[in-house]
């Protein structure tokens, strides 16, 4: 199975980028579709992002649309999510996240099958 590890988080103001990303190991992400989620404090974990097993299609949450964006490099085993014009209801820990069986751009999380173990953003105002 793949292991997913993330990197990139930390602290920013409100207004500033930050690039997430995450690394695979034990098979290659190009068996995979991926996606990221994030959760807030005392919230569920919702939907950022997600892009198809060969890359050709994206989907984003509304909250994020036009400032967030998802790539993956199969050659590298990386997946990236590039945030600008952040916002503090951005503040998280994000999750990476591999799906099996699907190929598609999914919002569910009942439809990925591994996860990293998150890394927190953190936007001030």
């Known amino acids: 199975q793949v292991q997913l590890v993330e990197s990139g988080g930390g602290l920013v103001q409100a207004g500033g980028s930050l690039r997430l990303s995450c690394a695979a190991s034990?098979?290659?992400?190009?068996?995979?579709?991926m996606g990221w989620f994030r959760q807030a404090p005392g919230n569920e974990r919702e939907f950022v992002a997600a892009?198809?097993?060969?890359?050709?299609?994206?989907n984003y949450a509304d909250s994020v649309k036009g400032r967030f964006t998802i790539s993956r490099d199969n050659a590298k085993n990386t997946l990236d999510l590039q945030m600008n014009s952040l916002k503090p209801e951005d503040t998280a820990v994000y999750y990476c996240?591999?799906?099996?069986?699907?190929?598609?751009?999914?919002?569910?999380?009942?439809?990925?099958?591994?996860w990293g173990q998150g890394t927190q953003v953190t936007v001030s105002s």
């Open positions: 892009i198809s097993r060969i890359g050709g299609s994206t």
């Open positions: 996240t591999a799906s099996q069986y699907y190929s598609g751009t999914y919002s569910s999380a009942a439809r990925y099958d591994y």
């Open positions: 034990r098979r290659t992400i190009s068996s995979y579709a």
